[in-house]
């Protein structure tokens, strides 16, 4: 227990999963060195955490059938008590616990999704896949407009040969179907551009912004950039967003060579603008779309267990103790009689 808290420290300490550039610049290379070949940069997935895990589990595991066995031999003796059974109830949490968090390692699975409005995705499940289809995706804002204060989707989820379920997902208040836990967390825009040549054209799917690569060359390729500006505003030429509302919806392009921006415009919905002969580019239209996280981890309900059984035994090995009264209180309170 004592390596284990150790370890724990160090994985605390030391950041965790980083690229090696990281552990140089904050430890040196000496240290970055050493920090690589004990597995420090890894601790919870290194082999030594998973052997001195282990062998907590067997002891503990061991330790509770112990327990266990005189709790059931002094019961057939002196009838049920609670002083038999607490200590007992505590080891099965630890061991509920432990087993939940093995299953998580194992069985655990997040998938993210970026959903449009009007989309639909498959979800693998506990027993079998799920369709999620995103109806309709609702931003409340500050007084700012800018900040969001909640944002929530309403999807409809449909499993084969059963009735199609609605659910509202909001922030901090996720959903859960078919074993799935679905949570909210993010969104942005949607937008649909069409690069046309005259004699051919192209419908892009972008969200909130990207990079075109139009031409690649050793001198420094030729880029597009394409945001969206759901509320455009000018000042001095300079293009602003007002508010994160779809009031004034706005793409503003740059073409660039290299590092060198050579144009710049604003399109307006439905509006067309050329960008290099005989290239154009044509705002089509703008959607919300929705980041939810999928999370199907089955070890969540045994580690709530195994938490249940330990405050369940906690209380039945405190509640007697209390009802003990000290020696000196018991002679204290107790009349003197004389024979």
């Known amino acids: 227990m004592a390596i284990i808290a150790v370890l724990c420290v160090i994985a605390t300490v030391i950041p ?117 289809t995103l109806n309709d995706f609702s931003v409340d804002y500050y007084e700012d407009n800018i900040s969001p204060k909640q944002y929530k989707s309403d999807v409809t989820v449909h499993k084969p040969k059963l009735e199609p379920v609605p659910l509202t997902i909001q922030v901090n208040s996720p959903a859960k179907y078919n074993g799935v836990s679905i949570m909210q967390q993010s969104f942005g825009w949607e937008i649909l551009v069409t690069l046309s040549t005259g004699q051919a054209s192209t419908q892009l799917k972008i969200k909130d912004e990207d990079w075109i690569v139009m031409n690649e060359s050793p001198e420094g390729n030729t880029t597009l950039g394409i945001a969206f500006y759901p509320d455009y505003n000018e000042e001095e030429g300079i293009a602003q967003i007002r508010s994160h509302r779809a009031d004034n919806p706005h793409i503003v392009w740059v073409l660039q060579e290299g590092d060198n921006p050579v144009a710049i415009d604003t399109v307006a919905l439905n509006e067309t603008s050329l960008i290099q002969e005989p290239l154009s580019i044509t705002f089509d239209g703008y959607r919300y779309y929705s980041g939810l996280q999928m999370k199907y981890d089955p070890g969540i309900p045994v580690i709530f267990c195994g938490f249940l059984l330990i405050c369940l035994g906690l209380l039945m090995i405190y509640i007697p103790a209390r009802k003990k009264m000290p020696l000196k209180r018991q002679m204290h309170n107790s009349p003197l009689v004389i024979f």
């Open 16 to 132: 965790q999963n980083l690229d090696t550039n990281h552990y140089i610049n904050l430890f040196g290379t000496a240290g970055s060195s050493v920090i690589t070949f004990l597995g420090f940069n890894h601790v919870f997935s290194s082999p030594l955490f998973f052997i001195f895990g282990i062998a907590f589990a067997i002891n503990l595991f061991i330790c509770t059938y112990g327990r266990i066995e005189v709790a059931v031999k002094r019961t057939k003796k002196s009838g049920v008590s609670l002083n038999f059974w607490g200590s007992p109830l505590l080891h099965v949490g630890l061991c509920l616990v432990l087993v939940g968090v093995a299953m998580s390692l194992v069985s655990k699975h997040e998938i993210y999704y970026e959903i449009p409005v009007g989309e639909t995705v498959t979800v693998a499940g506990k027993s079998g896949g799920f369709t999620l």
